[in-house]
């Protein structure tokens, strides 16, 4: 039995979720997750409605006075002149189609987004390639592939790990995971993911990986440079 | 059989269909009577339907301070939860005519706008990459598909009016007003929508279910 094992999100993430406060990557992983997963919608949905109760409770909500050199009424006046809408602005459909596992899979939406600036496939170990994109400032944010057969070096991680399987499946010790399934790891798991059958996942790291075995442990330097690499990217860029 | 006749005919008569219309309003009547308080909702929907600034206003009353904590909380910066005063309620004017009551509460979409500009105005001040914005992360519910393909849909189904008759009883109150408005009373969006006194949005929404259910029962009994 391990509790941290999670196929779904777990309320406390989804509800800071529905609060925004979420950096970008895990805000992505967590929507496309639920873009897959009925049961988290509703849930999501009851949560909004609880968040939403206390937003407008005054009991609950904070009575921040905002500053009184605001002219609350000139913004008001500039705000009515602007023109409504009369229907949602028309948003361009993005699909990716991707080729995997001798089958064409449809990502989730808010992911094809992502994926719009373009991935550059890297092969890191054997059969196991990642395509990095960058998201925010606080994550690494990475689309893995596992060839069937593949196994990951042993690992833990310093930060969190999620995982978001979107196609496949792969296994470690503590289970074997299937597609929309939501997987947090934290420090304390020292785990080697394999795949039988080949995967594809979408994964959101809080910092870099920590390679605990073998040859392996020569890349933990290299791991911790691309992982800071991400980071200013997003900053710079 | 002569009974059913003449229901056809009260059916596509303007007499028949004023007293339907006159019990919706009355209907309506009561439900405003019992709110002493306007709500957020009449509030969003008058801005929605005819820019009622007043109506506004009040919503900025109501809201902005909210808005400001949830911007202080996210931000942690007074000059942002400010801007975020500003860009929710923006916002909320453009929006209005979109806000559809059947999908929730006024102050629930006002709390969904306002984290969601929260969010796309924090990337933007990190200058983090804008190839995801919160609407994609936050998708609004779908259904803002085909109003468009109701009007063009149109001419088809007054010819079948007189076969759909027998299944209208099966649409819902609010989705048989709002076919009546548009197809028998020949209204257009926005003059039903002031009548009934529901957002645009809705009209279009319950249109676009009643007019798919519609067709889901003509196709049964082919």
């Keep these: ?11 406390q993430l989804l509800n800071q979720f529905i609060q925004g406060e979420l950096a970008t990557g895990k805000s992505i ?40 050199a605001t002219d609350y009424s ?17 948003e361009e459909v993005v699909e990716v189609q ?57 690992h833990t991680h310093k930060g969190s790990e999620t995982t978001l399987v979107l196609k496949g499946s792969f296994e470690d010790e503590l289970g074997e995971y299937k597609a929309s399934d939501f997987i947090v790891r934290d420090t304390q798991h020292h785990h080697q993911p394999g795949s039988k059958e080949g995967c594809l996942c979408f994964a959101v790291l809080d910092s870099p990986l920590k390679f605990t075995q073998g ?14 690499k991400a980071i200013s990217k997003a900053v710079t860029s | ?15 028949g269909l004023t007293v339907r219309l006159a019990s919706m309003n009355n209907s309506s009547q009561s439900l405003d009577a019992e709110d002493t308080v306007v709500s957020d909702e009449s509030l969003l929907i008058a801005v929605g339907n005819h820019q009622d600034v007043n109506a506004f206003n009040q919503l900025f009353e109501r809201f902005s301070k909210k808005i400001f904590a949830l911007g202080m909380k996210l931000t942690r910066n007074e000059q942002l939860a400010n801007d975020l005063i500003q860009e ?12 559809d009551l059947d999908k929730g509460s006024a102050k629930g979409w006002i709390f969904t706008l306002s984290r969601n500009r929260c969010f796309d105005m924090l990337r933007k001040q990190k200058r983090q990459p804008n190839c995801v914005s919160a609407d994609d992360i936050w998708p609004p519910e779908s259904g803002g598909e085909p109003t468009t393909l109701v009007h063009e849909d149109r001419g088809g189904l007054e010819v079948e009016l007189s076969l759909i008759e027998g299944y209208f009883d099966q649409l819902s109150d609010p989705q048989r007003a709002v076919v009546e408005q548009i197809y028998l009373h020949d209204r257009t969006h926005e003059e039903a ?4 006194q529901i957002p645009l949005g809705t009209l279009k929404s319950r249109l676009r279910l009643a007019v798919a259910k519609l067709r889901s029962l003509i196709g049964v009994e082919d």
Excluded at chain 1, 1 to 11: A, E, G, Y
Excluded at chain 1, 36 to 43: E, F, I
Excluded at chain 1, 74 to 80: D, E, G, K, Q
Aim: hydrophobic fraction near 40%; proline fraction near 6%.
């Design chain 1, 1 to 11: 039995m391990n509790t941290d094992v999670n196929m779904h999100p777990s309320s």
């Design chain 1, 29 to 68: 992983i967590v929507s496309a997750h639920m873009e897959l997963c009925k049961s988290c919608c509703a849930k999501a949905k009851e949560l909004e409605a609880l968040a939403v109760s206390s937003w407008v409770d005054p009991s609950i909500a904070p009575q921040l006075e905002s500053p009184s």
């Design chain 1, 74 to 90: 000139s913004m008001v006046a500039s705000i009515v002149q602007s023109a409504q809408l009369s229907s949602e602005p028309v």
């Design chain 1, 98 to 154: 991707m080729d995997v596992l001798d089958d064409s899979i449809k990502l989730p939406k808010v992911l094809a987004k992502a994926a719009q600036q373009g991935l550059n496939w890297k092969q890191v170990a054997g059969g196991i390639s990642e395509a990095q994109l960058i998201l925010d400032d606080e994550t690494q944010c990475e689309f893995i592939y596992m060839a069937p057969g593949s196994k990951v070096p042993v």
């Design chain 1, 215 to 228: 040859l392996a442990r020569f890349m933990n330097p290299v791991n911790s440079y691309t992982f800071k």
């Design chain 2, 1 to 15: 059989m002569y009974r059913n006749y003449a229901k056809q005919e009260g059916f596509n008569t303007e007499v």
């Design chain 2, 88 to 99: 929710a309620m923006l916002n909320v004017w453009q929006k209005a005519p979109l806000y």
């Design chain 2, 193 to 196: 929508s002031a009548y009934l």
